[in-house]
């Protein structure tokens, strides 16, 4: 029997939803068997946005990389996730790994990197494919062969992108001297596509390798998004083994610069949030991520239940000062059943406690009054996860220590507050994430509580607080539609 056979692997992910383990979140996207990563392939065609990930249906370990699919029109209601491109032919034989999407004459094309290793060596091509009616993307022309000269072997992840309606792609690299990372563009003159060079920018040396970078537009503006590894920790960012981040500036395709760009900026300050993808629509800039880390298996026990990782909640993004601002899509809105409204108003409190349910969203503002210290606590029984503002040093702490199962530690960031500390928490079964300063910045990361129980959010300050005004909704289930 073939190693990936579509309709075996389907009719047995058909079977698996709804997804029934207490760690299954309800409204991220995730798979019943199997590790998934990178989101891929975001588009919209014929009136559905198109998601692609990167998913090993044989395993928990990162091979076998095959490409799962689903669409949505409204980000909630899904098809059943289904294999759609896996490694069957010589050129990627290694894995199909990360790709963008692009609607086009009516069709749904992907752009792939064919994963091949030939005794130790890597062989990365660049191939083309077009999504099928039986959900199957059929392989196409490769465009980039190999590695160009000066860069190693770890040369992929293509991101599509126009310019003045000429078509280009960005792709991570590794130059060849002192293994450095960066990003290469490419045109497509005449059918074929012409190397234009590394983009260069200002950042110097910034780690060995650069993964799934995206061009963007956001007005006058040029964003790349980019995931550098090899970057050291600092006091207060770059906090993860490998970090997801951007720098805005203005991108001259005749000169490779990125002219005038921002300081490097993380895209999440959360623990779990790697390889984002973001999809420019109808003046939307919508992001998905990949909720995981590589190289940090041991901090993800659905390991031992046969499944690993989840996609982020989908984002839309703006650019302000060059900054970018985070917001949950306004779609997600329909998942709220039931609300309740918090109002504290003059009401002097330092503590406050709150049920919550299997699904909730949590939208508060916290007038600090004369506090110094506020922590917003979700607790699971004995266990706890802690966010804690200190307004003195102006920072945000995510304190995992107190879970017993999974990734610990902290994460602590700047974060700029006046008077008021604005939160919005999204709490599913496993994932949370955490916009602060509406959307300022933004933290995604994953608890394994031990007990099967709704947990309780509780607030604390060590003056009271002037104000606690919010809601607290419920959040239904992302909804998986057996297909016609
Ligand atoms: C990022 C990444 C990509 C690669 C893919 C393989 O997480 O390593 O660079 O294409 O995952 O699954």
Redesign the pocket.
């Given at each position: 029997m073939e190693k990936f056979d579509k309709k075996t692997i389907d009719a047995k992910l058909a079977k698996g939803f709804p997804l029934e383990h207490r760690w299954h979140n309800r409204f991220h996207l995730e798979m019943p068997f199997g590790l998934i990563?990178?989101p891929n392939g975001f588009a919209y065609h014929q009136g559905a946005y198109h998601i692609f990930y990167?998913w090993n249906p044989l395993g928990c370990e990162?091979k076998n990389?095959c490409w799962a699919h689903v669409k949505t029109r409204d980000f909630i209601h899904y098809t059943l996730p289904e294999l759609s491109l896996w490694p069957d032919d010589v050129h990627d034989k290694d894995?199909c790994?990360?790709g963008c999407g692009t609607s086009e004459n009516g069709e749904l094309r992907v752009l792939y990197?064919c994963n091949r290793k030939e005794d130790g060596v890597r062989i990365p091509a660049q191939r083309f494919g077009t999504l099928q009616a039986d959900g199957s993307v059929r392989k196409e022309e490769i465009i980039i062969p190999d590695h160009p000269e000066k860069i190693t072997g770890h040369f992929?992840?293509p991101f599509l992108f126009t310019r003045h309606g000429r078509r280009y792609l960005i792709i991570?690299a590794q130059r060849e001297e002192e293994e450095k990372g960066t990003a290469l563009i490419y045109e497509e003159v005449a059918g074929k596509w012409k190397n234009l060079g590394e983009i260069h920018t200002r950042l110097g040396d910034f780690g060995y390798m650069w993964?799934?970078p995206n061009l963007l537009q956001f007005g006058s503006y040029d964003v790349m998004i980019f995931c550098p590894q090899g970057l050291p920790a600092r006091a207060y960012d770059r906090q993860n083994i490998y970090q997801a981040g951007y720098i805005a500036g203005h991108l001259s395709l005749d000169s490779m610069d990125m002219m005038q760009h921002t300081k490097f900026q993380e895209l999440d300050r959360g623990f779990d949030f790697?390889?984002p993808q973001v999809f420019e629509h109808e003046g939307r800039h919508l992001l998905l991520g990949w909720m995981g880390m590589?190289d940090k298996d041991a901090d993800y026990p659905s390991k031992e239940h046969g499944w690993m990782y989840s996609l982020t909640m989908p984002r839309e993004l703006r650019l302000r000062q060059g900054h970018i601002y985070s917001r949950p899509a306004r779609e997600l809105r329909d998942l709220r059943v039931k609300e309740s409204v918090i109002e504290l108003e003059h009401s002097m409190v330092s503590s406050l406690c709150q049920p919550l349910f299997a699904g909730s969203e949590i939208l508060l503002t916290l007038e600090l009054g004369e506090a110094k210290i506020v922590s917003c606590v979700l607790h699971y029984g004995l266990e706890k996860l802690v966010f804690s503002y200190d307004r003195e040093q102006q920072t945000m702490t995510i304190d995992r220590d107190g879970m017993k199962n999974g990734g610990r530690g902290k994460r602590i960031f700047k974060l700029f507050v006046d008077q008021k500390l604005s939160l919005q928490l999204f709490v599913d079964k496993a994932a949370v994430e955490a916009f602060f300063q509406h959307g300022e910045e933004v933290a995604s990361l994953l608890v394994f509580p031990e007990k099967n129980i709704q947990p309780e959010l509780e607030i604390h300050s060590d003056c009271p607080l002037e104000n606690i005004v919010g809601n607290i909704w419920e959040l239904d289930s992302y909804k998986f539609e057996f297909r016609a």
């Amino acid at each position: 029997m073939e190693k990936f056979d579509k309709k075996t692997i389907d009719a047995k992910l058909a079977k698996g939803f709804p997804l029934e383990h207490r760690w299954h979140n309800r409204f991220h996207l995730e798979m019943p068997f199997g590790l998934i990563n990178d989101p891929n392939g975001f588009a919209y065609h014929q009136g559905a946005y198109h998601i692609f990930y990167q998913w090993n249906p044989l395993g928990c370990e990162h091979k076998n990389k095959c490409w799962a699919h689903v669409k949505t029109r409204d980000f909630i209601h899904y098809t059943l996730p289904e294999l759609s491109l896996w490694p069957d032919d010589v050129h990627d034989k290694d894995g199909c790994y990360s790709g963008c999407g692009t609607s086009e004459n009516g069709e749904l094309r992907v752009l792939y990197t064919c994963n091949r290793k030939e005794d130790g060596v890597r062989i990365p091509a660049q191939r083309f494919g077009t999504l099928q009616a039986d959900g199957s993307v059929r392989k196409e022309e490769i465009i980039i062969p190999d590695h160009p000269e000066k860069i190693t072997g770890h040369f992929r992840d293509p991101f599509l992108f126009t310019r003045h309606g000429r078509r280009y792609l960005i792709i991570g690299a590794q130059r060849e001297e002192e293994e450095k990372g960066t990003a290469l563009i490419y045109e497509e003159v005449a059918g074929k596509w012409k190397n234009l060079g590394e983009i260069h920018t200002r950042l110097g040396d910034f780690g060995y390798m650069w993964e799934c970078p995206n061009l963007l537009q956001f007005g006058s503006y040029d964003v790349m998004i980019f995931c550098p590894q090899g970057l050291p920790a600092r006091a207060y960012d770059r906090q993860n083994i490998y970090q997801a981040g951007y720098i805005a500036g203005h991108l001259s395709l005749d000169s490779m610069d990125m002219m005038q760009h921002t300081k490097f900026q993380e895209l999440d300050r959360g623990f779990d949030f790697y390889a984002p993808q973001v999809f420019e629509h109808e003046g939307r800039h919508l992001l998905l991520g990949w909720m995981g880390m590589p190289d940090k298996d041991a901090d993800y026990p659905s390991k031992e239940h046969g499944w690993m990782y989840s996609l982020t909640m989908p984002r839309e993004l703006r650019l302000r000062q060059g900054h970018i601002y985070s917001r949950p899509a306004r779609e997600l809105r329909d998942l709220r059943v039931k609300e309740s409204v918090i109002e504290l108003e003059h009401s002097m409190v330092s503590s406050l406690c709150q049920p919550l349910f299997a699904g909730s969203e949590i939208l508060l503002t916290l007038e600090l009054g004369e506090a110094k210290i506020v922590s917003c606590v979700l607790h699971y029984g004995l266990e706890k996860l802690v966010f804690s503002y200190d307004r003195e040093q102006q920072t945000m702490t995510i304190d995992r220590d107190g879970m017993k199962n999974g990734g610990r530690g902290k994460r602590i960031f700047k974060l700029f507050v006046d008077q008021k500390l604005s939160l919005q928490l999204f709490v599913d079964k496993a994932a949370v994430e955490a916009f602060f300063q509406h959307g300022e910045e933004v933290a995604s990361l994953l608890v394994f509580p031990e007990k099967n129980i709704q947990p309780e959010l509780e607030i604390h300050s060590d003056c009271p607080l002037e104000n606690i005004v919010g809601n607290i909704w419920e959040l239904d289930s992302y909804k998986f539609e057996f297909r016609a």
